[in-house]
């Protein structure tokens, strides 16, 4: 897609997530197989789905949101599709917070709907109730991930700046500011505990569960390896970082100083490679890209910009420009990619979901689609990133 036309591309691609909502029910979409655009046959390629959510189900419900904000969509359709999310209240994940940020609190955000409200809240206090009560960590609580008969708890980056949202939210709406003060915690105790000196990051956290101390830090199963720099982890610790420093007052030098050594090393990493990483900062050169992850990470340089505005010397602009740039490049993998390029409009191509299991490489992965066009609608200022 032309790189210039920010507005067509986020049309494109609120386009693309809505009919995928809707396309998907009674499921969610996760990801889809692109092609290569001179052997497709299939314009538009089809959604592999989760039927309940798993971690990705609020990205398109999100989209179904913006979409009924803008008046291409419906305000029933999302919330139909946020009340199948609602079983997930139940279950043990951390990654909730992926669902009930974007699924939930975002309708309260766009559209002040009062369920959205009402179902934000609830998620953030069982999240809440089952947090450290010092540190504030929450644990994974997946028990595909956590290694068997782990005496300890473990904890992964991924959700943390979702969750740190979804709990601020929660803190606004409910006047309850422990909620705010747990989303600071869990946030600076998780960087804390994976930003290495350098600024790049490990992914999980292998923790006390009595005491909270830290005892490894590792990159799990989705990286090249436990001491290598998976795509994802900065990424991810950049959008905790940067929403932690907008929305917790109590710890924002902390968390802006976090997301600054983040922020420089990823722009020292990705700034003269044209900003799309390899799906591990450590895999060979020709690996796979992770386009999901730049998108997330322009996310989160958006958050660091905010954030940063009005500190004396602080590096607004250069987080700014930097999330510009990668948002220029990342146009280039938005389909249509070229002319003649028959692909439906408006997918992010070239995401790597997990490269070791070789699932959904060069895919269009939903969460990339969706922080793509998060950042393009900041960028254009119909998104107010203070309220993300
Ligand atoms: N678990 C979140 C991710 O795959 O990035």
Redesign the pocket.
């Known amino acids: 897609m032309s790189a210039c036309d920010r507005g067509t591309a986020a049309a494109a691609v609120l386009g693309r997530l809505h009919r995928g909502a809707l396309d998907a029910r009674p499921g969610f979409p996760v990801w889809a197989a692109t092609g290569e655009q001179r052997e497709s046959t299939d314009a538009r390629p089809r959604w592999h789905t989760s039927m309940d959510g798993d971690?990705t189900g609020g990205f398109s419900v999100a989209a179904l949101w913006l979409a009924a904000r803008d008046g291409t969509g419906r305000r029933r359709d999302a919330v139909e599709a946020m009340r199948r999310l609602a079983p997930a209240l139940d279950s043990t994940s951390a990654?909730r917070g992926f669902l009930f940020q974007h699924g939930a609190a975002l309708g309260d955000v766009l559209l002040q709907d009062a369920e959205a409200a009402e179902l934000a809240v609830t998620a953030a206090r069982r999240l809440a109730a089952g947090a450290h009560p010092v540190t504030g960590v929450i644990p994974l609580g997946e028990p595909g991930l956590v290694p068997e008969g782990c005496q300890d708890e473990v904890a992964?980056v991924?959700?943390v700046g979702p969750t740190v949202s979804l709990l601020a939210h929660a803190a606004d709406r409910s006047g309850d500011d422990g909620l705010r003060d747990l989303a600071g915690r869990l946030a600076l105790w998780t960087l804390d505990a994976l930003v290495r000196p350098d600024g790049s990051m490990g992914q999980a956290v292998t923790y006390d569960r009595r005491s909270g101390e830290v005892l490894a830090t590792y990159t799990a199963e989705?990286g090249l390896r436990p001491g290598s720099t998976w795509a994802?982890s900065p990424a991810?610790g950049l959008l905790a970082a940067g929403s932690a420093a907008l929305r917790c007052p109590a710890v924002a030098d902390t968390a802006r100083a976090h997301g600054r050594a983040i922020a420089d090393w990823w722009i020292a990493r990705c700034g003269d490679a044209g900003w799309v990483p390899r799906w591990d900062f450590d895999a060979p050169v020709g690996d796979p890209l992770d386009t999901?992850a730049a998108a997330i990470a322009a996310a989160g340089l958006l958050r660091m910009a905010s954030a940063e505005d009005g500190v004396p010397d602080g590096a607004a602009a250069v987080y700014r420009e930097a999330a510009a740039a990668t948002l220029e490049h990342l146009l280039a993998w938005v389909t249509p990619t070229s002319p003649r390029d028959p692909r439906t409009a408006g997918m992010l191509t070239g995401g790597c979901?997990?490269r070791p299991h070789g699932l959904a490489v060069g895919a269009e992965l939903v969460?990339g689609d969706y922080y793509l066009l998060e950042s393009l609608l900041i960028s254009l200022a119909e998104l107010d990133v203070n309220r993300l």
Do not use: E, K, L, V
């Open positions: 971690w990654f992964y991924d959700a989705q994802r991810w999901s979901y997990h969460w």
